[in-house]
């Protein structure tokens, strides 16, 4: 092994002066090929981090792990995704807050169940314990028992952070934005839920991604059944969290941890299996009210009983044919306390399908491969109590919108169609088609921007037309505003149209309507 691996690794390291020889060799003596490689690689970047062998620091231009920059072409397409969610939220007369995007540690413990690890905490800063927010609830929470508010439409669009294993092509990253919106206040069941997934239904079908399904549960339904399954009481949350893997594990995998890690019996797991294979609509939870052991438990008759009024508002609101009642969904969160509900893609347009179960196995999903959860959101009446003094509960519902994945799709969507996007709003460009007229290309510049107009000039003395020109084309600006001596002396601009080469001339005084006309 030192035959294959010593040459290399002593090529690579015996030049820095913080390694000797002899480490080197001991630490080889006795590792597997991937531990060499793996601390080659440490070895390497420690040495690139003190220095060459010519004494210069060196730095390695990285973006951290599960982060990313953005290119003025992947702007523009967030800057028109964000446009759409916001045109939205204010459609459904929604208002903005903001909050720090880091908070006391103890804000945040406790609210997010098994992911509670991924929150990244933050090293003492003058006596306070600190962590980055993980999501745009808690903090709202927290904001509205501070402030004492019992009532609020509110959106909120910001970045989180999540110490999670990053998949980068799938649009899941450690830092990244949500776009939530929640409705805070004492109102009658599901009309507030109701408007959040309509609100769900709206953004996917103006953002144009494809098929997508809306699921949807009840936390009191997974109680119940959790409960009439016969999973002890302070396994619930636990087996919720298993439960939510479904979307990623087949159901084999789901039911052996449940089994093999979280110590539920097989015959409780077994029972809940037949259940969570069941989805449908109105119709499942008036079957499900008259099930046997489901009819046994309050809390489960309580939940269906409330996502059979759901499905009623959504009927009248035209979108039943998106939103489908799923078992399986369970939303791992530890504050939900009633309506969840996810939103999920198919790449190939296509529903999924549910095979029938067979030996009391639960059914099957086959279906095109799923893209994964765009968005998600809940009732959750128990949270702003949580952080008030006397305990004061303000009943919450919201939708949190998954917008790094509807990124990457949308940027994916341009890719493969070779779409050209715009990074500018430019709508003229001033140009002279002669030299010495860079204080007229200036003044007349002026008089746009001062008349609202975008607009721009090459920063030369004396640009070529033919640049100017170019630059336009490869740029996407519509319009051109040519300056002449003769154009000065008549009073008028030549007015060019990139895209037809059209040219006619325009009196200085009516340029301006003009642009605004040839742009609207």
């Known amino acids: 092994m030192l035959a294959m691996f010593g040459a290399r690794a002593c090529s690579a390291l015996w030049g820095s002066r913080t390694v000797s020889r002899v480490q080197i060799l001991r630490t080889l003596s006795g590792m597997t090929v991937a531990q060499i490689d793996e601390e080659v690689a440490k070895l390497l970047q420690l040495k690139a981090k003190l220095g060459g062998d010519d004494g210069k620091i060196q730095f390695v231009l990285k973006t951290p792990k599960g982060t990313r920059d953005y290119n003025p072409k992947q702007m523009a397409i967030r800057e028109k995704v964000f446009n759409t969610i916001v045109h939205c939220f204010k459609r459904h007369g929604a208002e903005t807050i903001d909050t720090p995007v880091f908070e006391l540690k103890e804000t945040l413990t406790g609210k997010y169940g098994e992911d509670s690890k991924l929150i990244y ?64 206040g004492q109102y009658d069941a599901m009309i507030p839920d109701a408007e ?97 052991k489901m009819s046994q438990s309050k809390q489960a008759c309580a939940g269906l009983t409330d996502v059979k009024l759901l499905f009623s508002y959504l009927q009248l609101f035209q979108i039943t044919d998106k939103v489908v009642f799923d078992l399986s969904l369970a939303r791992g969160l530890d504050y939900y306390t009633g309506v969840i509900y996810e939103a999920l893609l198919t790449q190939a347009g296509v529903a999924p399908v549910v095979v029938e179960a067979q030996n009391g196995a639960p059914g099957s999903t086959e279906e095109s491969v799923s893209v994964g959860s765009v968005a998600g959101g809940g009732r959750y009446d128990g949270l702003v109590g949580m952080f008030d003094p006397k305990g004061r509960k303000v009943p919450c519902v919201g939708v ?116 605004k006309k040839r742009t609207s």
């Open 121 to 184: 905490d933050l090293k003492d800063q003058g006596g306070e314990l600190l962590s980055l927010r993980y999501d745009l609830t808690v903090p709202f929470a927290r904001y509205l028992a501070m402030n004492k508010i019992t009532n609020i439409k509110r959106y909120h669009i910001a970045k989180v952070y999540r110490r999670d294993n990053p998949a980068m092509t799938r649009g899941r990253y450690r830092e990244f934005y949500q776009c939530d919106f929640d409705i805070a």
């Open 196 to 292: 959040c997934l309509k609100i769900v239904y709206e953004i996917l079908s103006e953002l144009d991604l494809g098929d997508f399904r809306i699921k949807v549960n009840d936390r009191r339904i997974l109680d119940g059944m959790f409960a009439v399954c016969g999973v002890p009481d302070d396994k619930f949350r636990t087996i919720c969290s298993t439960v939510d893997k479904l979307d990623k594990m087949p159901w084999e995998e789901v039911k052996k941890e449940m089994v093999n890690e979280k110590g539920l019996s097989e015959e409780a797991a077994d029972q809940i299996g037949e259940y969570v294979s069941m989805q449908g609509g109105m119709d499942l939870a008036e079957r499900l009210l008259q099930d046997p």
């Open 400 to 515: 949190s919108i998954g917008i790094e994945r509807i990124f990457s799709i949308m940027e994916q969507k341009a890719e493969a169609c070779a779409e050209k996007i715009r990074t500018t709003e430019v709508q003229i460009m001033v140009a002279s088609a002669q030299k010495n007229l860079l204080e007229e290309r200036l003044r007349l510049v002026t008089e746009l921007w001062n008349a609202g107009i975008k607009a721009e000039v090459m920063y030369k003395k004396n640009p070529k037309l033919l640049s100017q020109l170019q630059h336009c084309e490869e740029s996407g600006i519509p319009l051109v505003a040519i300056l002449g001596e003769q154009e000065l002396k008549d009073g008028v601009v030549k007015l060019r149209v990139v895209s037809t080469r059209e040219e006619v001339d325009i009196s200085r005084g009516e340029l301006v309507e003009e642009i």
